[in-house]
């Protein structure tokens, strides 16, 4: 069984900082790509970014602002924020594609609130 554990959410002030990370443990065989979502109190999830083994792409509400960055161990993930505004206010998710012994997986991970006072 695949397990994501997510950690670094918080509150933080407009224009500050923060890092999330992404673990994926278990039996897995590789991993293509590593995502964030984040979804906001009424609104629908959105994809903020994704990594994959060659590419990094980010959401045009965030570039600029937010990189992902895969750990040495590829099989985790960091989403740095900078320059952090109140509306970036929502929870985080990770979401990890890859192959296991069973075949390809997808999984979430149970989210991470981050919080940015004005």
């Known amino acids: 069984q695949v397990q994501l554990v997510e950690s670094g959410g918080g509150l933080v002030q407009a224009g500050g900082s923060l890092r999330l990370s992404c673990e994926a443990s278990g039996p897995i065989l590789n991993i293509n790509v590593m995502a964030w979502y984040r979804q906001a109190p009424g609104k629908q999830r959105e994809l903020v970014g994704h990594v994959t083994t060659t590419v990094t792409n980010m959401a045009e509400s965030v570039k600029g602002r937010f990189t992902i960055v895969r750990g040495n161990a590829r099989n985790t993930a960091y989403l740095q924020m900078n320059s952090l505004k109140p509306e970036d206010t929502a929870v985080y998710y990770c979401?990890?594609?890859?192959?296991?012994?069973?075949?390809?997986?997808?999984?979430w991970g149970q989210g991470t609130q981050v919080t940015v006072s004005s």
């Open positions: 979401k990890v594609n890859g192959r296991h012994y069973g075949g390809p997986f997808e999984y």
